[in-house]
Nanobody, 121 residues
Framework: QVQLVESGGDSVQAGGSLRLSCAASGSIFIIDAMGWYRQAPGKQRDLVAQ???????SYADSVKGRFTISRDNAKNTVYLQMDSLTQEDTAVYFC???????????????WGQGTQVTVSS
């Protein structure tokens, strides 16, 4: 099994910044892509940003230029630096990792428990 533990969620005023972290542990042979998703009340869970093991990144249009995803492969950790936050960024943020637990096992998706980000005016 693989566990993802997120941290860094908080309440912040519009224009502020937060940095989310997500550490993976457990039965890990290799982690492929890691990413951050978010889900606002009454809405579906959407991809915010994703980073491959080769550090190639992609972002949702709504966060381009404001959010930066990075990862430390040695620590099995992914980060999300969020700047210029707006009220529209308010959501529960979930970490995702695509993990191969053994040499020839299939890739499998794992999720963190979510961390709340609240942006006030």
């Amino acid at each position: 099994q693989v566990q993802l533990v997120e941290s860094g969620g908080d309440s912040v005023q519009a224009g502020g910044s937060l940095r989310l972290s997500c550490a993976a542990s457990g039965s890990i042979f290799i982690i492929d892509a890691m990413g951050w998703y978010r889900q606002a009340p009454g809405k579906q869970r959407d991809l915010v940003a994703q980073i491959t093991s080769a550090h190639s990144t992609s972002y949702a249009d709504s966060v381009k230029g404001r959010f930066t995803i990075s990862r430390d492969n040695a620590k099995n950790t992914v980060y999300l630096q969020m700047d210029s936050l707006t009220q529209e960024d308010t959501a529960v943020y979930f970490c995702n990792a695509r993990v191969r637990s053994r040499t020839y096992s299939p890739l499998r998706d794992y999720w963190g428990q979510g961390t709340q980000v609240t942006v006030s005016s």
